[in-house]
């Protein structure tokens, strides 16, 4: 690839303009194919919507496709938000094959004849639905004396992640349509692996198991109904001449913030806030806010705000440009 250098006149060696990027605040919830890295992902629709800031919440395999919400400008500030929520996934196992990676793309590690029927598959879930103790892939991207640990694992080293507490509320069969083969539904909560439920399920069915299909339905309040295509983007080539994604593909910054208490101050009080101070809300019918809350006025997203002793206390302030995306929708 011929690398192509910044000149200081803002063009580059072969004669092109420098493309401006634009200050665009919202959610993009991308409908991610199989193949493609969440980096690369966001890195599409940065360059689709010529936006100076982007990032996602929530990793997605590559082996996975499915719910990919991706923050832009004023958004990324409510990224922790979504990712607290529960995510939602429809998934295969394949039976009898332990991989090192617990996914169809890992080193098969061992193997086992052994192929659990549909009775027994049901009749282990209840173990696994509550608050349970799971061990993180080897592969995963959790840091270890600040590496993370597919690094280590890629480079030959020992890896070694102790269990954590993780919440599934949800884990269901629906189908078998083969022998080696299940198909299931999850939802579970935040720092949950698919890919370690597939292997210790397949353990406790005695046998082995590695997640073979991936497909996440649900981040937070982002669903399959909002997701969007690639096809819905201008190509990275139509990109990099001018071309941009429309703003009606963008849900407003609020839509990260639905499961948020949300409250609405008045414009001399938003005023206050805007400018990091606090605000005690005053009467009778004032509401009584404990922890985080998105406050607005006139319908207009101002603040995350914590409610500390009846004042509600500026942490995050949002400076919306395009009233379409600042809009409230909580």
Known sequence: MTETKMLASGTTERGKPKRA?????????????VGMTSTHAVSIVKRAFAAKKAGHAGTLDPLASGVLPIALGEATKTVPF?????K????TVRWGVLT???DAEGRTVDTSDVRPSAEAIRAALPRFI???????????AIKIAGERAYDLARAGEEVTIEPRLVEISRLALIGT????HAEFEAECGKGTYVRALARDLGLALGTYGHVSALRRTAVGPFTEAVAKTLDALPAPEDADQGALAPPSLLLPVSAGLAGLPAVTVSRA???????????LLRGRDAPLVSGWAAVATEGQLIALVE????????RRIFHLRDPATARMRI
């Open 130 to 140: 509550g608050q349970i103790m799971q061990t993180p892939p080897k592969f995963s």
């Open 269 to 279: 009080d938003a005023a206050r806030l805007a400018r990091g101070q606090p605000v």
């Open 21 to 33: 990027k634009r200050e665009v605040d919202g959610w993009l919830v991308l409908d991610k194919p």
């Open 88 to 91: 939602s996934y429809r998934f």
């Open 177 to 180: 349509p083969d022998p080696d």
């Open 82 to 86: 979504v990712m607290d929520g529960r």
């Open 100 to 102: 090192d990676t617990d």
């Open 307 to 314: 409610g500390v002793e009846g004042e509600l206390c500026p």
